[in-house]
């Protein structure tokens, strides 16, 4: 089959079954499974795969849980209320079994996971570096072409409005590259706005805006105020250790509720008013160490400044992780992770993880089963769904550059990236915004943003050397008003998703917020879920 393009020639110029988007653990596992199934595969990351990304710095759990039909019943029911039951049980059985034996095959392959108390394997947490140090050997050795700091700028579309390809620039070289694909996965992770989160500098959504820019659609965009506790004076989001830990106001009084379940919202309201310290006082000495063993990470920024977290207090914030840590993302409408777009597959935290963890975050956890299975998926319904594609022998397929924001010529000057990215975090970083909600101040802030995305659509295409950072600036922008707007499409609190003006659950608005669009964003409730009456009883 024949491909005519209507775009640009480029340095490098490829041809093959599948193209996957992002290098981190969902598009390694996708690469690894359309190779497998025997596709052409192509991965393209922003930076340098098994080294960019949220998992590659950090020690992450997994949901594994072994074999036993009660036991996943028991790991699926024990965050279903949180997830305000928006959860389906047979994905969640899905993730499970395939991430089991997956984890097993890691194991196979070398992963150097601990042993127990009783010299059993460990299979419930992994560190990142080695992950992802062995994610990247086991993609090139199955023949898959990675390109390295080569982030995509846009999707190609042929004339059905299919996925053809993508476009976008190599960094160390200075050049374009394009890869002409029968089908494409988005694997290129969340949106967590520049944070300054760990890993996630490079996860600025710009996947969710090309796929956009195709028609592709959403769910539970709401549920995305994640924010994680941190050190003031670091990006180490890694939570799991302050539960050992006390919570205290600039005078030294224990904060009340700081340290509960929902202990992240009081820790918010403080620090709208001021400083909050933390210190793990909690954690017996015999226990420090291994604390140490299991999150090496957490503990190298205050090595760094000379503070002994068990010992002494230490300041404390929240920073947003968005989408990363949320569970809002592109629409899954099959078992393969199918979009609504032909040829479009999506994994990981691009795509949503509603199915899964409801509209509460998983954490790393259900993230890492999710991005482990989901990436299997999309992965093996992108080979077979390119090679059909590619097999119309005779055939020309016409691809276009589907890209708009930064990328065409306009009628007015082109756009400040940095000065767009402040705007957007002023509207997405403030608790009594996101993280505290109601309709007056999310239809405020979506006033202004609505305002920013049009200013973005008139103005003329980025240089080469800005379009980069002109498409993250527009990708924030456009994940912002999905999350806004969903957020007042839910009129109740339900899961992450607080409203103040409707504090309660709505019974009847169990079913997940769709939505899209780019000038005009658009919601709609899906079907309303059923549930058996077992399981809410539980």
Known sequence: MSVTATYPTAALDLDTDVLVLGGGPAGTWAALSAARAGARVVLADKGFCGTSGATAPSGTGVWYVPPDAERRQAAYLSRDALGGHLADRRWSMRVLELTHASIELLAERGYPFPHDDRGAPAHGSLQGPEYMRLMRKLVKGAGVRVLDHSPALELLVDGDGAAAGARGVRRQRGDDWVVRAGAVVIATGGCAFLSRALGCNVLTGDGLLMAAELGAAFSGMEFSNAYAISPAFASVTKTLLYKWATFTEPGGEPIPGAASQGGRSVIARWLAKGPVYAQLDKAEPSLRESMREAQPNFFV?????????????????????????????????????????????????????????????????????????????????????????????????????????????????????????????????????????????????????????????????????????????????????????????????????????????????????????????????SSPLTRPQAELAA
């Not at 920024?301 to 207090?313: A, K, L, M």
């Not at 992770?337 to 032909?342: D, F, L």
């Not at 397929?397 to 990236?417: D, H, I, K, N």
């Open 301 to 525: 920024p205050f090595d760094r400044v000379g503070i002994d977290p068990f010992t002494q207090r230490f300041p404390v914030t929240l920073r947003l992780e968005g989408t990363v840590r949320g569970t809002g993302g592109l629409r899954i409408v099959g078992d393969d992770c199918a979009t609504t777009v032909p040829g479009l597959f999506a994994a990981g935290d691009a795509a949503t993880r509603e199915l899964i963890c409801g509209g509460f975050t998983g954490g790393g956890s259900h993230n890492a089963a999710w991005a482990i299975s989901s990436g299997q998926w999309a992965g093996a319904g992108a080979a077979d769904h390119g090679r059909r594609v590619r097999a119309g022998a005779g055939t020309t397929r016409v691809a276009a550059a589907a890209g708009t924001v930064a990328l065409r010529e306009g009628r007015a000057a082109a756009f400040s990236p940095e000065a767009v990215i402040r705007q957007v975090q002023d509207e997405v970083f403030p608790f009594e915004t996101n993280y505290f909600r109601s309709g007056d101040k999310l239809g405020d802030s979506l006033g202004r943003l609505d305002g920013l995305w049009a200013s973005l659509r008139t103005a003329d295409a980025a240089s080469r050397d800005e379009a980069v950072r002109a498409r993250e600036a527009a990708a924030m922008t456009a994940v912002a008003r999905w999350m806004y707007r969903s957020a007042l499409a839910r009129t109740e609190t339900r899961g992450m998703h607080r409203r103040e003006d409707h504090p309660q659950a709505d019974p009847a608005q169990l079913h997940h917020v769709l939505s899209g669009g780019l000038d005009e964003v658009w919601t709609t409730p």
